[in-house]
């Protein structure tokens, strides 16, 4: 009775353990992407106590500036979430890049992403493959997938920087908005890094 009483016991143990870890999803505990400064392993915070901090936690942000932006930020567009991201971070065929203002991104950012302010997107497409014309840009089928993202679902850096992206001739189908940006990369306790500049 005793022998099956401590079974029981420790196998509830184990189980309560193995419970309590926080995964990223019901297979993958962590993801490992190359940054300029070596690998990261992105996790989910292991703290079942923890709480979103500032600014994160700011439901109401006035509008204008802070509207909700649309689930695509124009035609042709793919909006994704996490999951997403974190294969496109291990894809040498994508770039993932921060759409906010340099000192947003310095504070702390998606590790493996590039920062591309959104002021300055459509002149930067030669870091995506594209090349310079009298036009603006020539932008072949075999330039990589572009994964945009700012604040969240009230910021319009990244919905804007896809826009203009386009106006200058980088195919939509190539753009990947991930909407929810840093307030859900932090509300779900993924890891953040200072960007480095």
Same mark, same amino acid.
């Given at each position: 009775?005793?022998?099956? #009483? %401590?079974? *029981?016991?420790?196998?509830? =143990?184990? +189980?309560?353990?193995?419970?309590? @870890? ?5 297979? @993958? ?6 940054? *300029? ?9 292991? $703290? ?7 600014? %994160?936690?700011? +439901? ?5 500036? #802070? ?11 793919? +909006? ?7 294969? #496109? ?11 906010? =203002? ?6 702390? @950012? =998606? ?6 302010? !959104? ?8 870091? #995506? ?12 089928? $075999? ?10 679902? %009230?910021?319009?850096?990244?919905? @804007? *920087? ?14 990947? !908005? ?6 859900? %990369?932090?509300?779900?306790?993924? +890891? ?6």
């Amino acid at each position: 009775m005793r022998v099956i #009483f %401590w079974g *029981a016991l420790l196998a509830m =143990i184990a +189980t309560a353990s193995v419970a309590d @870890t926080v995964g990223i999803s019901g297979d @993958t505990m962590s993801v490992t992407v190359q940054t *300029a400064d070596g690998p990261v392993e992105i996790m989910r915070n292991q $703290d079942t106590e923890a709480r979103l901090g500032e600014p %994160w936690v700011k +439901t109401s942000r006035p509008c204008p500036n #802070f509207c909700i932006q649309p689930m695509s930020p124009a035609p042709g567009v793919t +909006t994704i979430g996490e999951l997403e991201v974190l294969e #496109f971070l291990q894809s040498s065929d994508a770039v993932v890049v921060d759409g906010r =203002i340099l000192p947003q991104y310095e504070q702390g @950012t =998606i590790p493996g992403a590039i920062s591309v302010p !959104y002021t300055e997107a459509a002149d930067r497409l030669g870091e #995506f493959g594209c090349e310079v014309d009298f036009d603006g840009w020539i932008c072949e089928a $075999d330039v990589p997938a572009v994964v945009l993202f700012c604040n969240g679902p %009230w910021c319009g850096q990244s919905p @804007t *920087a896809a826009r203009r992206m386009i106006e200058a001739g980088f195919p939509a189908d190539k753009i990947f !908005y991930y909407r929810g940006g840093m307030q859900s %990369w932090n509300m779900l306790g993924l +890891t953040v890094i200072p960007g480095a500049s």
